[in-house]
């Protein structure tokens, strides 16, 4: 197993890196640290041919600025939360409604765009990659921190 760590664009001054993680028969698996998006899976066909089976781009400015979701596996939630009302703790809070008076994939575009991952190896059993960031934020009715 092979991890690879490689400028992918910049964002804000910031360069944002990409990790591949590669076994030994050329399967590879890439991440951006931008919203944890998966942008390729290269793996064998039926005959063994390798090819990329990701729907993705190849430059951060596409995810930003053409389709921030797409392979994006990072976010405040991942589904829905009915017409906006976030029970927790004994309390409701409401959140910002963005599609047909709910709230759906953590709201608009920028839910996913935190980035600041930290990259953890470990060979001996199996090959890990823990992304990793913490926001303290009141924003869209969410509260505190999100990790």
Known sequence: MKVEKKVFGQLAGQDVYGYIMRN?????????????????IVTPDRDGTLDNIVLGCRRLEDYINRVPYFGAVVGRVGGRIGKG??????????????QEGNHLHGGKKDSVTGFGLQMQLNMSKMLQLHLLTSVRMV???????WR
């Open 24 to 40: 030994n028969n050329g399967v590879e698996v890439e991440c951006i640290e931008y919203g944890c998006a998966i942008t390729r």
């Open 85 to 98: 009302h976030l029970p927790l703790n004994k309390n409701t809070y409401q959140v910002t409604a963005n």
């Open 139 to 145: 924003r869209k009715g969410f509260q505190g921190i």
